[in-house]
């Protein structure tokens, strides 16, 4: 696994593949057993302490002592981190829509935002989140988006971000790394995977086999793929959409819809993993 200074790094991969024991190894809360992990350039050890004075991180559910105000425990976490510049909790506070409530009273997605606040209180260079948006709405979502986009490009903050949400990671991510089953699968950047990506056109009929035998016989394809719920992806793309519409109508096959459209991440991401698990099998 590579994270390169000054980039957000989309660590992705399905329930249980080790995304979180990653992310605790590298913050020192577990020891590896075997091999090892490096962090601005020196081997990390038990006895690293003030190598963690420069990240900040959330890893799965945020605590804090939830009798005090969200205020006060962002001042507590300055204490502790040796971090002192005036205005810097109330800045993040912005963050926080209830700092002067004890935390007990939060929601989970106020206490997701709080984690966030007190992740870049003490400005890191390197943040660690484990699914940050957990919790949140879409609009939350959207500002936690544009705040870690804002952190990579103006203070340089590189950051290691996993997600459920492929969406989130596919707009924000500079490289991903898929892991499955405690394995690096893959390490490639999203303007790698837009380049190769392919196009095709998407065709949903109510007789996906007669249109598959029009394809086939009509028009000589046989670069697609049948779908469930009448789908069919076609990769050639020799012949235009109102040509394969025209054909089809022709023929006396209703077509549901008919457009062009081409790979997501997820769709990369699937392909991934599920033949990763169809071998296994």
Known sequence: ????????YGFLGPNGAGKTTVMKLIMNLWKPTIGEIELFGKPLTPQSYEVFRRIGSIIEFPTFYEHMTGYENLQMHCEYMGYYQHGSTAK??????????????????????????????????????????????PAGMK????????????????????????????????????????????????KEIEEMSLAYMELTVQNPERASYV???????????????????????????????????LNEVAVTSLGRKAETLEDYFLKLTEGEREKNF
Do not use: W
């Open 143 to 190: 500002q936690i988006r544009e705040l870690l986009r804002k952190l990579c490009t103006e203070q340089g903050t590189t950051i290691l971000v996993s997600s459920h949400i492929l969406s989130e990671i596919e707009s924000m991510a500079d490289t991903i790394g898929i892991i499955h089953q405690g394995r690096m699968r893959k390490e490639i950047g999203l």
């Open 92 to 137: 993040v506070l912005e963050l926080s829509k209830a700092a002067q409530k004890p935390v007990k009273n939060y929601s989970l997605g106020m206490k997701e935002r709080l984690g966030i606040a007190r992740a870049i209180l003490c400005k890191p260079e390197l943040l660690i989140l484990d699914e940050p948006t957990n919790g949140l709405d």
């Open 215 to 249: 394809l086939a016989d009509q028009l000589g394809m046989t670069n697609f793929k049948v779908l469930d719920g009448g789908m069919i992806r076609i990769y050639d793309n020799r012949v235009t959409i109102e040509e394969i519409a025209k054909v089809q109508a």
């Open 1 to 8: 696994m590579h994270v390169k200074k000054g980039e957000i």
